[in-house]
């Protein structure tokens, strides 16, 4: 959620608490000051009836508003007044009236003087001043949200600008990051901070791509060497077994460990993002590609490969991981199938899956895609290709998951 919105959802909720709590104490306060005025005129009409009754002795009842009756000498009766319903004979109902009730004294004979207005009903009153009060809170709230729109466009315009710059940047442009000045302290500070710590990371970044790309080519050189001494010395004559079983261990150990370098070069050059191009690619042409290659070890092994592709599985990422990913899970197929056995391929439009046939479930699915697990601890295998196959799938968000069913390892990817 933007700040923005979540200013304004706070605007809201507690806007809405204020409505309601202003809504209540200005239907009370109201009604009370209309009483009030209330009260102040029937008391006025009070008065202008009892000089009236004094002058002529009589005075005509006009019920319900002016009522004149007698009451008995012992009639007591302090002027009060107080909310009364009476019938309403044309709407059938009881109607809410506010009297004013006094008593006088004229010719020995007591009076009780009644003056009544009629009041609006609750209902009536809520309506309408919730309907008011409604309308004008809308209207400040409607008035405050383009302000607040208006005032933030203004104050994020420079933040909002930094923010595109940052994503855009990239250590390997080899251009310094620049952020525009905002005329806010802290938004300025908060720049300043971004620019010391890219520096910092630049010379990280920078420092470790260096250190991956001199350590791998630095132990590339020996192993070729001792590669190059193990080669010479199977050419000698007269080499007993021992002899001959203790330099082909040292030649495939060799061989092995500038393979474990390479990966984890290339593990390194992935995280450091040196992989950027883009393309539409089509895994079955290069799955296709990877099964000619691999004809010879396939037909070795009397493997049967069988690619079914329901829809066409294309693909934008960089076509060299593209390559790496489908090389590196269809080896790992190809290792682990037992002779005469099938690996089946099924592609479609947003997933492909690879599977291939075994005696038993993997005893930790949840390990196999770590640097250097090995499930039968086959000394052929460096225990790196499904971590870069791993590395690959997360550098472009896709989703892997294993499943072994029906005597069958499938490894499936969702595009």
Known sequence: MKLLSKINRTYFKYGLIIFLVADFVIISLSSY?????????????ATELVETFKKDNSIHNIYPTTVVEKVDANYKLVSISKDTLIYNNNQKELAPFREYSTVIITNNQKYKITTRHMLMEFNDIFTLFTSLISVVLFLIFIGFLFFTQRLNSLIW???????????????????????????????????????????????????????????????????????????????????????????????????????????????????????NTIESISLSEIFNSYLNSYQEIIQDRELIVNISETQPCLINMDKRLANLLIQNIFINAINHSSKGKEILIKLSVDSFTISNQGEEAIQNPDQIFNRFYKEDQNQGSTGIGLAIVKKIADHYNFRMTYLFKDFKHNFTFHL
Not at 244 to 265: E, M, V, W
């Open 157 to 275: 315009n420079g933040f909002n600008k930094n923010v595109e710059q940052l994503k855009s940047y990239s250590f390997d442009s080899h251009i310094k990051l620049h952020l525009s000045e905002t005329k806010i302290d802290e938004f300025d500070e908060l720049n300043q901070v971004l620019i010391n710590l890219s520096d910092r990371l630049e010379l990280d970044y920078k420092a470790s791509k260096e250190f991956s790309a001199n350590a791998a080519h630095e132990i590339q050189t020996p192993l070729s060497i001792i590669r190059s001494k193990c080669e010479n010395l199977f050419s000698k004559p007269n080499l007993d077994d021992e002899t001959i079983a203790s330099l082909r261990d040292i030649y495939l150990t060799t061989d092995r460990l500038s393979g474990i370098g390479k990966a984890l070069l290339l593990l390194a050059k992935i995280d450091h993002g040196q992989f």
């Open 33 to 45: 000051i209309l009483k009030q005025e209330m009260d102040e005129e029937l008391r006025f009409e």
